[in-house]
């Protein structure tokens, strides 16, 4: 009689066990889930229900300079936003005319009044390769630059807005000269330079 109480009392606290964790369970699973909401809130909802948040650009200057382009921004808060252009130019015109080359640029900006919208102040780098031929002369190399930014937006409708913006920095660059035709080796030529960073004249479309 002792061992069926026992066993009984034994079966009653394994099932009280089992509800218990289930409840701590359901408790830690309710907490994940509303801290997942909670970031996804956060990071991706916009706190001003008419701000802009993310947008497809180009720039209409690189694309005069044979660079077609196309970059991707998106807000990180109320006044930030990041955005990240990618040029390349792989077309050859003759054996002595051509101008590849490849660059990523990505820019901080930050936002005086709201997103997309009007005057806003950055920071900046980029990383470019080169390869530049223009009739008997030609280059070889790469250049790495940061440096300081300034924009104004204006907005044209619902989806459309057009950007003017500059900036100056330090440029470090590294340069093989050649003779179109007879090939290069590695850059021998290396060194500072302050200038502009960042020139443009952007359309961009705002997707959402």
Known sequence: ???ALALKRTIIMHIYSKRYALRICDRTCGYLISGIFFFVFFFFIPQHPHAQRVAVRTNIVQWAAASPNLGLEFALGDRFTLECTGGACPIRLTDTWYFKHLHVQPELKYWFQ???SRH???ITVFASTFDLAMGKRAAFGDAYAFGATYG???ILSRRWN???AAGLGAIR??????????GHGRPN??????????LGISMVYILK
């Open 189 to 198: 030529q290396s060194g500072w330079a302050f200038a502009p960073v960042k």
């Open 152 to 154: 104004y937006q204006w």
């Open 120 to 122: 806003y102040v950055g």
């Open 114 to 116: 709201s997103l997309m």
């Open 162 to 164: 057009v950007e003017l």
């Open 1 to 3: 009689m002792a061992d």
């Open 173 to 182: 660059h590294r340069t093989v000269r050649y003779v179109p035709g007879e």
